[in-house]
């Protein structure tokens, strides 16, 4: 399985690659490879980043794109982003979820060791991601 996890970070998507099974996999920190110009929300360039958005999802075979939200204090270029992102998920037929990032640092901080057997720190430093 191939899953696209992406996260909203001022004016950038922060997306990072995963490849394989739960116990076999790899993680490809792709940085941040899409943004629109910081502090401009305008449609013109929302509309531009999704069909940059479009054009790197049809450049891989994505099983699914996995979404970190932003919670209810969000700005509006954030939840602008996010919907561009879902929106085009949704047109190409690619399944994607959603987590708040409230719920991303608890299943990090409580679920994950007992889930995996594994420190989550330790995973982060050996695929040296960012926090």
Same mark, same amino acid.
């Given at each position: 399985?191939?899953?696209?996890?992406?996260?909203?970070?001022?004016?950038?998507?922060?997306?990072?690659?995963?490849?394989?099974?739960?116990?076999?996999?790899?993680?490809?920190?792709?940085?941040?490879?899409?943004?629109?110009?910081?502090?401009?929300?305008?449609?013109?360039?929302?509309?531009?980043?999704?069909? *940059? =958005? !479009?054009?790197?999802?049809?450049s891989?075979? /994505?099983?699914?794109?996995? #979404?970190?939200?932003?919670?209810?204090?969000?700005?509006?270029?954030?939840?602008?982003?996010?919907?561009?992102?879902?929106?085009?998920?949704?047109?190409?037929?690619?399944?994607?979820?959603t987590?708040?990032?409230?719920?991303?640092?608890?299943?990090? *901080? =409580? !679920?994950?060791?007992?889930?995996?057997?594994? /420190?989550?720190?330790?995973? #982060?430093?050996?695929?040296?991601?960012?926090?």
């Open positions: 399985m191939k899953v696209l996890s992406i996260e909203i970070m001022s004016n950038s998507a922060g997306m990072l690659l995963i490849e394989g099974r739960q116990n076999t996999f790899s993680v490809t920190n792709l940085g941040k490879l899409l943004a629109i110009p910081k502090e401009d929300t305008s449609i013109k360039n929302m509309v531009e980043f999704q069909t *940059n =958005f !479009s054009n790197y999802l049809q891989q075979t /994505v099983d699914r794109v996995v #979404l970190c939200e932003g919670g209810n204090d969000s700005k509006k270029m954030r939840v602008r982003m996010e919907f561009s992102v879902l929106s085009e998920c949704e047109k190409q037929s690619i399944e994607f979820i987590y708040p990032t409230g719920s991303c640092t608890r299943l990090i *901080n =409580f !679920s994950y060791k007992k889930e995996t057997n594994r /420190v989550f720190l330790d995973d #982060l430093k050996a695929f040296k991601l960012p926090k």
